[in-house]
């Protein structure tokens, strides 16, 4: 029911009777922007204006003077943001705002507030944008001029493989500042033809977690993939190794595994057949079941 | 690169300087072309975001002291297939320094203008390295928008383009509009019966123009280094150079999988499968083979080459194959000079390029840069067949 | 006695799967020892396993569905033919849950096993629906190296003005979802794409074994049986998700269904929904999903746009707005760009590449299905209203959701 009136409510405050969309959605951008408006009535007001803003050159310039200005609420400036990038997916009606927003966006990158920050960097990040790979590469280069923390920076500069952030990643594998910064860089060179070495040892280190042996399991099937079919299957025969890791490594040859090999390979279903009955979670033996009888067993 | 010995070591401020200085140098300022040649000592080592920098900072050095005939390729090429604002912004303003406009440059900037008008962002020249965060300066529809400006009658051919953008965006972005009407202003402004115009319209564009991308090259090196090197392909099987591409002249072409630009490596992949078409047509499959080489050769293994070649078309068999080198790359890429540079084993920009060997694996011909035309490739490819 | 069954006129298993929307198909004796006229009665019944699918029968292009048909066959072989459907409202849960059946008084004369495959709301899929659809999608994905990597390279910034910001946004979707689903057909045929009914909660399909949960960084994290931990798309690893919202609950900000279906009865207002509740969906994230160049990379994209094609396919039932020639089916309005209007052929299915099409054309032409022929190789936009075949049965592109009937 409280559902139900919030939507009524918002529907009185942005749509009159039989307004036309184009007409609902101008009316919106003036409640969005209007500072005599509650926070809550503008966030609403937004996620009804991108249609305004690829339509009204004025209506694009009053949401980006909102996404630019520091001093409205940090939540209005988020809901601008979000209607903004709503609007961008239109892109034929979009092609003549492009320029001032990704303007903008370069402005917000350095806004003292973390979350726009991180949201504008990952959009222009998305784009391939220069100017972002750029900040956010000083950024692990000099912690001092960071913008993002570390795994969020390695995070989007994955998004561009040319974005030059390799030794920037190997870096932090040898001096982590922390777990998750570590798994990010992992993640990014597994692009890395010279990093084969290292996921074949992080793969086979029982004292790794199973999402950084999972990691170097991928890393190797793109890197040296024969690698790969012989490693998960020493985990899945090594009686001392962890029931998830071999979870995963069954997953890999279950999906993408030879099945003739595998077939014929008496010892790798022997240890299948150990896991479907032991002390596994339900979960891990039903997959080894799955596996066992794909094989014929 | 061989005039202008800068170390890759040098910092992008550096480099900026450099270039400024040559540029300022009338003795020297032929060099600025040099410098953008791909495989350049400057280029090694640095990312792609940085060469795009360094690129622009050369074309908008050349903006000033003027695009030679030896450069004009190189700024064809960028409107041919650039996808970054910043280098088809800073190009479009050097080739207003050509001093001969000629309709044959229309197309590539209307061209220009299709592939970057959906990325259409601020870009700053004032300084080496700045990004615009205003939108009051310059973007690449803009420059290119005057280019057509200056291009004046020799635009004739732009001009229902051009009505038809300002029909779709004029309404709702009156720069835009304004920068549209001066260009069809300038198109259809300037006399048509004035002499000069007439004159320059009709005088032979420079060779680089007409087929810009062809070079037939007069001696053919001799090959011996390269012989051996022995070539993975798409199945895994191995063959050296010598077994693959002598007996029989070959169309090669370099790519990458990774390649972040569609109208360079896709599109090159996929025209190669066009061109075997047009073999099988001609029937002369059985007697021409082609090659696809990756520049990637330690992440490009045998699966991603042949999943890659098939998503595009690509014909796969003992005459026709995707090709990574398994050792001696560097001597690959100095025997065909290719225009490719890295950062680690990863390339960070590269040229078209398009080989045609003879029979002995000689490279006989070669189209680099701008797109080739698939039946000009294959009828010079006849011709080597027939010697 | 034997008969042959064949259902979407075809003997093949692979065509054994029937939408809301009738299937035609035949009957005839293929042995007819034991009779004893020129013709026999055969009676048609479906019989629905456990939790199965059902369907319903009639003798014609017209009038009402029953759960049985009677016909009367020649025992020369001729073939008779009759139609077959799902019944509104029981969906199949399993490939072949169904067995249609032809009886000569008490003695069955043949049978097969048919499946009434539907799109579904994927937080409400059974684990089975689920497992297979996951599998699927994680073979078609193939660590990077399957099909799907031309699925992703349909959707980026050179392509984007094919599908987006004019009339064609919801055509060039459906026939890019189509030609996916037909994909993953080909893995699983037992798979059918489900929607992602953003305006409601869909807890479900943010779980480890489904479409994963992200952690704090939105990086989505996978169970170690989940295949789609090996998701690789642009040769990285993993996908980058970060919800705005608690995923126990539907996103703010969009759109409902209601308000969605009360844009306007012309098409031209109901599609800017592209704005919201579509481009609120998409930005309700961080991470890949949320701008266009990368938005493909998320599996979830694909749960996101079945919905969105879900809410035309109702509005168009709401509207009757399923015939192109019908004005307010489209907005084919002087001024639209290649690619958005009623005539046009779609990229990149239609092969065609160079300004003003992007310069490759990934993918090639539009999957086949061994259920239907619509809409062919090359589809129009066109093409792609009359998804149910009712203007023209012809047309029918052998899809239907759970709650958009026939």
Avoid at chain 1, 56 to 82: G, I, S, T, Y
Avoid at chain 2, 347 to 358: F, G, S, T
């Amino acid at each position: 029911m409280a559902t139900k009136r919030k939507v009524a409510k918002r529907s009185k405050s942005t749509k009159k009777p039989n307004a036309s969309p184009k007409a609902s959605a101008r009316r919106a951008v003036s409640i969005a922007t209007s500072s005599q408006r509650t926070v809550k009535e503008r966030v609403a007001a937004a996620a009804e204006a991108p249609l305004a803003v690829c339509e009204n050159e004025k209506d694009l310039q009053a949401m980006l003077n909102v996404l630019r200005n520091k001093d409205e609420p940090a939540k209005v400036r988020l809901a601008a943001l979000q209607s903004l990038q709503a609007a961008s997916f239109s892109v034929l009606a979009f092609e003549p705002c492009r320029g001032e927003y990704i303007a903008t966006l370069r402005k917000v990158a350095e806004d003292p507030d973390p979350e726009l920050r991180q949201r504008v960097l990952g959009l222009l990040a998305r784009e391939k944008d220069g100017f972002a790979q750029k900040k956010l590469l000083e950024g692990l280069r000099n912690p001092g001029k960071a913008l993002l923390p570390p795994e969020k920076a390695l995070q989007l500069l994955s998004y561009d493989v040319h974005a030059e952030a390799y030794s920037a990643a190997r870096d932090i594998v040898k001096k982590p500042p922390s777990e998750i910064a570590r798994r990010e860089a992992l993640r990014l060179l597994a692009a890395d033809a010279s990093a084969a070495p290292l996921f074949e040892k992080l793969l086979r280190d029982k004292n790794e977690l199973r999402e950084i042996r999972q990691i170097s399991a991928s890393a190797l099937h793109a890197l040296k993939p024969e690698k790969l079919q012989e490693t998960a299957r020493k985990i899945l025969l090594d009686k001392s190794d962890y029931d998830d890791i071999k979870a995963t490594s069954l997953t890999a040859l279950t999906q993408f595994g030879d099945d003739e090999a595998l077939g014929k390979d008496k010892a790798l279903l022997k240890s299948v057949d150990r896991l479907s009955a032991g002390e596994a979670p339900a979960k891990y033996k039903q997959s080894a079941r799955r596996f066992l009888s794909k094989y014929g067993r | 690169m061989r005039n202008v010995a800068i170390a890759s070591t040098q910092s992008e401020p550096q480099f900026a300087a450099l270039v400024d200085a040559t540029a300022a140098d009338p003795d020297r300022r032929e060099q600025l072309t040099e410098l953008l040649r791909e495989d350049h000592p400057l280029y090694a080592g640095r990312g792609a975001a940085a060469i795009v920098r360094m690129r622009g900072w050369i074309l908008l050095a050349m903006a000033r002291t003027g695009v030679s005939d030896a450069a004009l390729i190189f700024v064809l090429e960028e409107l041919d297939t650039g996808t970054d604002a910043y280098l088809v912004a800073a190009t479009a303003r050097a080739l207003r320094s050509y001093p001969r406009p000629n309709a044959a440059l229309a197309p590539f900037v209307m061209r220009a203008l299709a592939n970057i008008r959906y990325r259409d962002e601020p870009v700053s020249f004032e300084s080496y390295g700045e990004y615009a965060v205003s939108s009051t300066g310059t973007t690449p529809v803009r420059e290119l928008l005057a280019t057509l400006a200056w291009l004046g009658p020799y635009a004739q051919g732009a001009l229902q383009e051009l009505e038809s953008l300002r029909a779709q965006v004029g309404g709702r972005s009156r720069k835009l509009r304004k920068d549209v009407d001066r260009a069809m202003q300038a198109i259809r402004g300037a006399d048509q019966t004035d002499e000069s115009n007439t004159q320059a319209c009709c005088r032979a564009p420079p060779d680089g123009v007409s087929n810009p991308s062809f070079r037939g090259l007069k001696s053919r090196c001799g090959f011996a280094p390269i012989d051996s090197i022995v070539f993975e392909d798409h199945k895994g099987e191995l063959i050296t150079f010598k077994e693959f591409f002598q007996g029989q002249p070959s169309i090669v072409v370099f790519f990458y999988t990774r390649c972040g630009n569609p109208m360079k490596c896709s599109l090159t992949v996929t025209k190669l499968a066009r061109i075997q078409k047009l073999l099988e047509a001609q029937g002369l499959a059985d007697q021409v083979r082609t090659a696809a080489i990756t520049y990637d050769p330690a992440f490009d293994l045998p699966e991603r080459l042949r999943v890659y070649g098939q998503d595009r078309g690509v014909r796969m068999d003992a005459q026709h194959r995707m090709l990574r080198a398994t050792d001696d790359n560097d001597t690959l890429r100095k025997h065909f000079e290719l225009g490719v540079n890295f950062v680690e084993s990863l390339v960070n920009r590269h040229r078209i390029e398009l080989y045609i060997l003879d029979a002995e694996g000689r490279t006989a011909a070669s189209f680099e840069r701008i797109h080739w035309d698939e039946q000009q490739v294959v009828t010079r490819t006849i011709e080597v067949l027939k010697e | 006695m034997d008969v042959e069954l064949q259902i979407n006129n075809s003997s093949s298993p692979d065509a054994r799967f029937v939408t809301w929307t009738p299937s035609p198909c035949r009957i005839r004796v293929t042995n007819p020892s034991g009779a004893t006229s020129p013709t026999v009665s055969v009676k048609i019944a479906g019989v629905s396993a456990a939790g199965g699918g059902a369907v319903v029968f009639r003798s014609g292009t017209a009038g009402a569905f029953s759960s049985s048909v009677p016909l009367t066959v020649p025992v020369n072989g001729t073939s008779v033919p009759f139609f077959v459907a799902g019944k509104f409202g029981q969906p199949s849960v399993n490939d072949g849950d169904i067995k249609i059946e032809a009886r000569v008084g008490a003695t069955s004369v043949g049978s097969v096993q048919v499946m009434v495959r539907i799109r579904k709301n994927a937080n409400t899929l059974a684990t089975g629906e689920r497992n297979r659809f996951v599998s699927a999608f994680a073979q078609l994905n193939n660590q990077g190296l399957g099909r799907f990597a031309d699925f992703r390279d349909m959707h980026t910034n050179v392509s984007s003005p094919q599908a987006h910001g004019a009339p064609g946004f919801l055509p060039w979707h459906r026939a890019y979802l189509l030609d996916l689903e037909r994909e993953l057909q080909a893995i699983d045929p037992s798979v059918a794409l489900p929607y992602w009914r953003f305006d409601q909660p869909a807890p479900n399909l943010f779980k480890p074994d489904f479409l994963g949960v992200s952690d704090a960084l939105g990086t989505v994290q996978f169970g170690a049986t989940n295949p789609l931990q090996f998701w690789k798309t642009d040769g990285v690893q993993g996908i980058n998700r970060r919800p705005f919202f608690n995923t126990a609950a539907a996103p703010g900000g969009l759109r409902n269904e209601t308000q969605t279906l009360a844009l306007g009865t012309q098409y031209a207002a109901f599609r800017t929904l592209e704005g919201n509740p579509h481009g609120s969906a998409h930005t309700s994230f961080g991470g890949s999903i949320s701008s266009i160049p990368t938005a493909a990379k998320d599996p979830l994209f694909f749960l996101l746009h079945c919905n969105v094609d879900r809410l035309w396919a109702k509005w168009q039932r709401k509207n009757g707005r399923f015939n192109p020639a019908q004005a307010a089916s489209y907005d084919n309005s002087g001024g639209n760009p290649i690619g958005h209007n009623l005539p046009d052929t779609m990229w990149p299915w239609n092969g065609v590449t160079g300004a003003p099409r992007p310069p490759t054309a990934p993918g090639g032409a539009m999957a086949a299905s061994p259920c239907v022929s619509a809409p062919g190789p090359q589809p129009r936009v066109q093409n792609t209203l009359d998804y149910q075949g009712g203007v023209s049965a012809i047309s029918r592109l052998g899809f239907d959701y759970d709650d958009v009937q026939f």
